[in-house]
């Protein structure tokens, strides 16, 4: 029996947002920055056909880029498919912490792995690797963000899920700074900071683990465990579709998310097709570009939490999104110079950290307050990849018909404009309506009465 979870209690959130530091290193240095770069090197060095960029993969000749948003987009898939199932399971019998840890230790092992990346003698392994370090990242933060609405109460959580995000944008910088300094001023291979950094993610998360509390063991379950998982997600899905409110946030939300993702995902290929391509550019530059972003995106979620406060999440958010389309109007029209670049970085940064923390925080605040909160955190999650694979897929697909990729940014402001839209029809209070769907919303006969609490959370206007 694990110790019961207070909301309130000031360590087991410094110690939650603590994950924040240790796993934000992945998106930055393996996503983003370090790994893409050492990617396409290795795999332009031994490239064939017309523009030397083709590898073979199990016999095919497949341009590498295309591997990599393939391989990328099949660990999305595999989020999708495997989180509703296990965090039906944790909500049921009390595991939370326990598939965090797995999934912790599985993505930052793929990641250490990523030193022995071979591609020209095992480059279906090595792609291995980098799968399953996306699959261990991506479904770990189901199990990490489903504790935010245990660990803290509504007036909280805003403030708390962008301590987090800070947490994390300043531990990674702190670890790409560092690997530059290696890479760069001691000729180090990059293969040894994929090692360094599955190091920092495993290493870092104990001090989240120590503090942070097990739930209490619900239920043990000989028959049926798989499907209860897609029992809970139905659950999920059927209260959602009949609470107006969450159901038209999680509209708005799937909208952001094909942006803002999809934006992360781009940026760095954006800015090196068409800013950093000219003969005097280097790498250095776009490095800038990337630590730009993460710095401003440390103020931004403690600008955008601060407003909240004042103005609701809502309208904050929806300001946010007015914001990402100028910042994506300027991509498509203006920005065509470093300078213009950085500039432009910076914006991206300070709605970034703002949009990313309080998308969290507001949805958990519009959950009723019950215990599944895992199955609620995997239909947000399915949601965001979900506009994951749909945003790189038309990001990609307009480059591909049109030749420009800043054609491609016009998808970006379709996205925002339509998430923008959706906002405004979130009302701001619906407690009566919620009261009556949640009678709808009884668990299995198997939970008991207590697994759905009052729901008095729900009345609070954002």
């Not at 031994?46 to 016999?59: A, L, W, Y």
């Not at 095919?60 to 990599?68: F, H």
């Not at 003698?121 to 963000?145: I, K, P, R």
Request: net charge neutral; proline share 3%; aromatic share 14%.
């Amino acid at each position: 029996m694990g110790t019961k979870i207070k909301k309130g209690d000031k360590s087991v959130q410094r110690a939650w947002t603590f994950y924040d530091w240790a796993n934000s290193v992945y998106p930055l240095v393996i996503s983003t920055a370090i790994f893409p770069i050492f990617y396409e090197k290795t795999t332009a060095a031994i490239g064939t056909g017309p523009m030397g960029d083709e590898v073979t993969f199990f016999g095919q000749q497949i341009k590498n880029t295309v591997l990599y948003s393939y391989v990328i987009a099949a660990s999305f898939v595999a989020v999708i498919i495997i989180s509703p199932i296990l965090s039906g399971i944790a909500d049921y019998v009390g595991s939370k912490k326990r598939y965090l840890q797995f999934f912790c230790y599985l993505g930052a092992t793929a990641t250490a792995s990523l030193y022995f990346f071979d591609a020209e003698h095992a480059l279906e392994l090595s792609m291995l690797s980098l799968f399953l370090a996306s699959l261990g990242f991506w479904n770990s933060l189901v199990f990490y963000n489903a504790y935010l609405p245990e660990i803290a109460a509504p007036e909280e959580q805003d403030k708390l899920s962008a301590k987090g995000f800070s947490m994390g944008y300043i531990g990674s910088v702190i670890l790409l700074v560092t690997s530059l300094v290696l890479i760069k001023a001691f000729n180090v291979p990059a293969k040894y900071c994929f090692v360094l950094t599955g190091i920092w993610w495993a290493g870092f998360a104990q001090v989240t683990y120590r503090k942070l509390p097990k739930a209490n063991k619900r239920q043990k379950v000989v028959n049926g465990l798989l499907s209860n998982g897609f029992r809970e997600l139905k659950k999920v899905g059927k209260f959602t579709w009949k609470t107006v409110r969450l159901k038209r946030y999680i509209i708005a939300f799937f909208f952001l998310s094909m942006g803002v993702q999809t934006v992360m995902l781009m940026a760095v290929l954006f800015a090196k097709k068409e800013i950093f391509n000219k003969p005097d550019s280097n790498e250095a530059g776009l490095i800038i570009a990337v630590l730009i972003i993460q710095f401003v995106a440390v103020l931004g979620a403690f600008v955008f939490s601060a407003s909240s406060k004042r103005f609701g999440n809502i309208k904050t958010l929806g300001g946010a999104l007015f914001i990402w389309v100028l910042c994506c109007t300027a991509a498509y029209k203006i920005v065509d110079s470093e300078t213009g670049f950085y500039i432009l970085a910076a914006s991206v940064g300070l709605v970034m950290g703002g949009t990313q923390a309080l998308s969290r925080s507001t949805f958990s605040k519009f959950l009723p307050q019950t215990k599944d909160t895992a199955s609620f955190f995997s239909f947000y999650d399915i949601t965001e990849k979900l506009g994951i694979v749909l945003g790189m897929v038309t990001f990609g697909a307009l480059e591909a018909i049109f030749g420009d990729i800043r054609t491609s940014v016009l998808s970006l402001i379709t996205f925002f404009v339509l998430g923008l839209i959706a906002l405004f029809f979130v009302p701001k209070n619906e407690a009566e309506h919620v009261n009556m769907v949640l009678d709808e919303f009884e668990p299995e006969e198997e939970h008991g009465e207590e697994d759905i609490l009052d729901d008095g959370t729900l009345a609070q206007s954002i």
